[in-house]
């Protein structure tokens, strides 16, 4: 069965400073991998998703994430953080064969200091 | 505006009396799906439904029921809704499956007494 393990429960870095929010998968490829973004009392928001067309994926907001098949990761990066980064990021899987079932990790809350 | 909805946002309850939390999407999106949200355990798929008529288990589907006769609406019930049930629940819907983004809904907040 698919897994995903979200390394880090709170990461904080400084405003301006590189953003690196690590999620490592299952042994066997997923057809999906997803990063989302939840602020403050609100649902989830997709940042972007990898569906094989290419290993570098950009996503909204200036984030991007690299999937490594040789390392069976999918880390969530961004150059340079901003106050309004700060949220809870969650990396998620789709199960192998079809594309219905979704695995979440248990998310990292990213603190921005100023 | 397209959107999902879910109502009731908050609900306090006491144990075994039957709920049913609406959700409601506008999109004409095919694929929904309901989550449940606990810290430290992210979020846990319970249902989801890959069009009318269709729907399958996720992760964590006991103690809750779903039904989608429309399109649009994809209630989940609670038949005899127990504390361990108490959660921070989550209506979301896409085009058709996964590959598409999905949309969330606002939340629905449930303390069962």
């Known amino acids: 069965a698919q897994s995903v393990t979200q390394l880090g429960s709170h990461v904080s870095v400084s405003e301006g400073a590189l953003v690196l929010l690590r999620c490592n998968y299952s042994?066997?490829?997923?057809?999906?991998l997803f990063w989302y973004v939840q602020y403050p009392n609100q649902g989830l928001q997709l940042l972007l998703k990898y569906t094989s067309a290419a290993t570098l994926v950009k996503g909204i907001n200036g984030f991007e994430a690299e999937f490594k098949k040789s390392e069976t990761s999918f880390h969530l990066t961004k150059p340079s953080a901003h106050m309004s980064d700060a949220a809870e990021y969650f990396c998620?899987?789709?199960?192998?064969?079809?594309?219905?079932?979704?695995?979440f990790g248990k998310g990292t809350r990213l603190h921005i200091l100023p | 505006e397209a959107q999902v909805t879910q109502n009731p946002r908050y609900l306090i309850t006491v144990t075994g009396k039957k709920l049913t939390v609406t959700c409601s999407q506008n999109m004409n999106h095919e694929y929904m799906s309901w989550y449940r949200q606990d810290p430290g355990l992210g979020l846990r798929q319970i249902y989801y439904?890959?069009?009318?008529?269709?729907?399958d288990k996720g992760d964590v589907p006991e103690g809750y029921k779903v039904s989608r006769k429309e399109k649009r609406n994809f209630p989940l019930i609670l038949e005899s809704p127990s504390p361990n049930q108490t959660s921070l629940y989550f209506c979301?819907?896409?085009?058709?499956?996964?590959?598409?983004?999905?949309?969330f809904g606002p939340g629905t907040r449930l303390t069962v007494l």
């Open positions: 042994s066997s490829v997923p057809p999906y």
């Open positions: 439904s890959m069009n009318v008529e269709v729907t």
């Open positions: 998620a899987v789709s199960r192998e064969i079809r594309d219905d079932k979704i695995i």
């Open positions: 979301a819907s896409s085009l058709s499956g996964l590959i598409n983004e999905q949309f």
